[in-house]
């Protein structure tokens, strides 16, 4: 297992009781024997908004880094999304906040492959390159609304 996903199973394992978890970034990175960057670098690439997650940070020497998995019900979740996204949304992001919901238990996954394909590069190849992500968006918040 790479350090990236070492750090963040581990801080997987800590939301795993309460949904939330503080991190003492310098105590964790001399755990793992890496250096804080690291700590900021999978924090910042895998407890994104998109991933379903809040984080706050308080600097100074007591400080944390507090990590909540966001809990919604589905309309709210649905609506956080759907307010979320701008104008355009590219594939990689999109696929995130389906497999976030997915995850969640807000869409099944019958539901989560349905718009995976609707929203695909595949599904949009014919559509011009510069204006895919905007038709993404659409294809993307409307299918969203239909279902709250």
Known sequence: MNLSNAIAQMILEMLETDGYTEIQRNEMAETLGCVPSQINYVISSRFTPEHGYIVESRRGGGGYIRITRAKYDKGTALMHVVNGIGLKLDDKT??????????????????????????????????????????????????????M
Do not use: G, W
């Open 94 to 147: 999109c696929r995130a906040h389906l497999y976030n919901l997915n995850y969640q238990n807000l869409l099944d996954d019958k539901t989560t492959k349905l718009i995976v394909a609707a929203t695909s590069e595949n599904c949009l190849r014919a559509a011009p390159q510069e204006t895919k992500d905007e038709i993404r968006a659409a294809i993307f918040k409307q299918m969203l609304l239909s279902l």
